[in-house]
């Protein structure tokens, strides 16, 4: 099968085309490179010379599509313009085909030619000094030089100036992707962020709400609707004040996107009081031991406040025990409400995402995190119990 031949750039056809026509009108001029009757002419003769200068010009053509080959023939040509009487424009356009072998070939050949070309000079001085003695024989070196050596210099050069550019290119768009990466990334955390503190700081409050309201609705009796409303009004109110809190967050232009208080371990007396006021029955048994970095302490918050919220919606009746212990290197917190048992369906709606919540907020802190049914000899039954290890970066490994 034939090989398909390469496709000229059009800007080389443009080269060749122009050095093949100024070749043309100083052959119709009669100047040449030297007079005819000079020793080394073999062919005595006006017309032998367009042969190499139509070769060098077809050289020129491929001198982008294929240099290796283009050089080759260059090569043949320039030797078959030095027995004739010479052409000046086969001179300049080999000149330009060694550049480009250079600056468009392989690697391989990047790094060679210019090797060989400077070698060849070398040894054409010391060739024609050694044939002739005379100083002006080294004339021949710097002329070879001139045609080959000084443009595969060039090439090299441009080419290395180019691969430069082209890498300090590719580095500042891999520069950019990880920026945009880092950005969405970081985008996407914090809108993770703020819908867990919009989870957290809201789902308690409405979800008391609901309860309440159903109850109101559903007993026709004065005195538990008045009582009902009391609690809805309450977690409004609350709920409220937590909302604009959060929106006055993201408002504000000073780069804190943390809470102006943020909630601590002290406040769980009065998280535990607000579920027995939402009917939950809730032993608190709290022994941080001693003070705690202030992502622990929010997180831990966060954990009991989901666990309660979720045990007044989907426990059955009974006790909801929360533990918070303190190892040598964590804090544990373990919540436990009945499970199972329950007539109906869950008090109020849910979605999951509380447990999605949990279980990111502890693994922001590098801690572990279970939830699910599991037998309880010591409670009594099966117990749905939010197990959480979190960190505090203190004590040893022992």
Known sequence: MALPLPRPHPLDAYIAAGGLLGGFLLWAAGLSTRPAGEPIVLWDGRRPVLVPLAVMALCELLRR??????????VAALTADTVTQGSLAT????????????LYGTAASARRIPWVSGLFTVVASLASFAAWRTPEALLIGVAVGIVAFAPASTGLIVRNHRDAAEAARLRAEQTALRAETDRAQAVAAERARMAR???????????????????ALSLDDPATTRQALTVIRENSVEGLAEMRRLIGILRDDSGDLEPAVAPALDGLGALVEGARAN????????SPGGALSAPVELAAYRLVQESLTNALKHAAPGRVTVVLARRADALEVRVSSPYGGRDGGPRAPGSGAGLIGMRERVALLGGTFEAGPVDSPEDGGKVWRVYATLPTGEGGTG
């Open 65 to 74: 599509a294929a240099p290796r080959t283009a050089l080759l023939a260059g």
């Open 197 to 215: 503190e919009l989870h957290d700081m809201v789902a308690n409050h409405l979800s008391a709400i609901a309860i309440h309201s159903t109850a």
């Open 91 to 102: 001179l300049v356009m080999f000149t330009d085909v060694v550049y480009a072998a250079v």
């Open 279 to 286: 009917g939950l029955d809730v032993a608190l048994d709290a």
